[in-house]
C-alpha cells in the first residue's frame, strides 16, 4: 500500500478529472487544454486517447499534463477527431504508469478506452468473482472492472453492454469512454461526482459550399468541471443527470437512463474544497457556494477579532464571505508560493514546520499584534493546522482564531477521495476543545451541517452526500464493511 497523499500533507487530495471531444480536427490538444484546466484534480498522471476513425491509440506517462504532452510531437501520437482524456489521483491502485488512464483494451466489442473519476465500493467484490471465471487483470485500479464487465455483458450492442455493465457498479463513477466512431459519458445514479456538457460551435467559413451538403457538425465536449470548457471555448449545455449514459456518434447526441433514479448523493466537499471557484458544479457556481459558507460561519461562530486571514488557497472565498458578514477586514497574512514543488534540499540543523514554510510565509506586518481569524476549509488530522497557527503566533498575532468552513471530518470517503483512517482523523477521536488545545488557537469553530447545505444550495433539484460529516454513507460498503462502525455502514 503507498503512502497517501492524504498522509503526507494533512490535506484532502483530488481524485480525477476527465475530459472527452467528440468532432474536432484538434481533439487531443482540445483535451490537453481541459486536462491542463483540471490538474487541480490530480497531479500523479495523465494519459489521451484518441481515433482516427479505424482505430485508436492511446499516450499516457506519470507526472503533470504540462511535462507529459509537452511538444507537438507527444500530441502527434494521439490523433484523430475523436479524444479522451484523464489526470490521475490514485485512490485506488498504486500510483504507477501502469494505473495510469485511459485505458484501453481490444475486446469482443471491439476496441475501447476508458477514463474514470470516482471510487467503486464493491470492485474488489466484483474482481474476485471475475477472476474465478478466467479474467486476468492487468492494473490495480478498480477502473478496469468496468472494462471486463462490458466485454462479459451477453448484451449484443456496445450502448447495451455499458448499460449493462453500469447497473452492477456501486458507488462513485463520472467516465468517458471511447471507441472507433463513438464518445460515451456517463454518471452513476446518485451523481457523487460531477460531470458537465457542452459544444463548440462551429466556425464559420468563407468558402462555398455545395447545395445540400451537411451542415457543419458542432463539437460536444465533456468534463468533470466547466472550468475545462472555459480554455477550450466550449458553450455549458448542462450536466450529464445522475444515471445517464450519453452516446455521441455519427447519428448525432442521444441519451438513456440506465437505471432507475436514486436519491441524489453528490459530494459536498466540491463544493467546500476541490472544484476550481470559477467552475459551476451540479448547476451551482462554486464560488457562490464558498463566498455563502463564509458568511453561514460568520454568522455561526462571530469573534471579536481585528482582521480575517485567509489560509490560501482555498480558504480565500470563504474568508471573504466571513469579512463580508461580520464587517472585520479581509487581509493576505499569509502568502503562498505557488511554485513549490518536491524538494531533496533540507537544512542540516532542523527548521521548525520546514515543510509548512515552503508553502506559507506569514506577513509580519499585517498579523504583528493583531487578533487574527484565520479561515480553512477543513482540519483534516490537524497537523497542518497546528504548524499554521504556530507559524501566525510567531509572526506576532496577539490570538489566533480558527474557523472551519466545513464540519468535523469523522468518517473515512469511499467515493473516490483520498482520505486517511478514522484513526486519523482528528476529529473522530477528539472533542472539538480537543483539537483546539492540539493546534494551539484561541477558539476554534466548525460551520454546522445544516449551515453547510444551506450555504451549498441543498433543495429538491440537489441533494448532497455528507458521510464524511456525519458517518452516514449512502450506498452499502461492500469492500470495506469490516473497517466501518457497524452505526455508519449504511444511510
Known sequence: MMLSGMERSGKFK????????????????LVYLGLHALQHRGQESAGIASSTGDR????????????????????????????????????????????????????????????????????QHIRARLEQRGSIFQTSSDTEVVVHLIAQSKEQTLPEAIADALRRLEGAFSLVMLTRDRVFAARDPRGFRPLVMGRIPPQPSNAPRLPGAPPEQETIVFASETCAFDLIGAVYEREVRPGELVVVGPEGVYSRFYASPQKQSSCIFEHVYFSRPDSIIFGRPVQESREALGRRLAREAPVDADIVVPVPDSGVTAALGYSAESG?????????????????????????????????????????????????????????????????????????????????????????????????????????????????????????????????GEGKATTYCTACYTGNYPTPLIDVEEIVPAAARHE
Do not use: W
Open 328 to 456: 472585520l477586514p479581509f487581509r493576505f497574512g499569509l502568502i503562498r508560493n505557488h511554485y513549490v514543488g518536491r524538494t531533496f534540499i533540507e537544512p542540516e540543523q532542523s527548521v521548525r514546520d520546514f515543510g509548512v514554510k515552503l508553502k506559507l510565509n506569514p506577513v509580519r506586518s499585517i498579523l504583528e499584534g493583531k487578533r487574527v481569524v484565520l479561515i480553512d476549509d477543513s482540519i483534516v488530522r490537524g497537523t497542518t493546522s497546528r504548524k499554521i497557527v504556530r507559524m501566525v503566533r510567531a509572526a506576532g498575532a496577539r490570538e489566533v482564531h480558527m474557523r472551519v468552513s466545513c464540519p468535523p471530518i469523522i468518517g473515512s470517503c469511499y467515493y473516490g477521495v483520498d482520505t486517511p483512517s478514522r484513526k486519523q482523523l482528528i476529529a473522530a477521536n477528539k472533542s472539538v476543545e480537543e483539537i483546539r488545545e492540539y493546534i494551539g488557537a484561541d477558539s476554534l469553530a466548525y460551520i454546522s451541517v445544516e449551515g453547510l447545505k444551506q450555504a451549498c
Open 56 to 123: 485508436l491509440r492511446v499516450y499516457r506517462a506519470m507526472g503533470l499534463v504540462a511535462d507529459i504532452f509537452n511538444n507537438e510531437e507527444a500530441l502527434a501520437k494521439v490523433p484523430g477527431p475523436l479524444a479522451i482524456g484523464h489526470t490521475r489521483y490514485s485512490t485506488t491502485g498504486d500510483s504507477a504508469l501502469l494505473n495510469a488512464q485511459p485505458i484501453m483494451v481490444e475486446c469482443n466489442k471491439g476496441p475501447i478506452a476508458l477514463a474514470h473519476n470516482g471510487n467503486l465500493v464493491n470492485a
Open 14 to 29: 483530488d481524485e480525477c478529472g476527465v475530459v472527452a471531444v467528440y468532432s474536432h480536427p484538434e481533439a487531443s490538444k
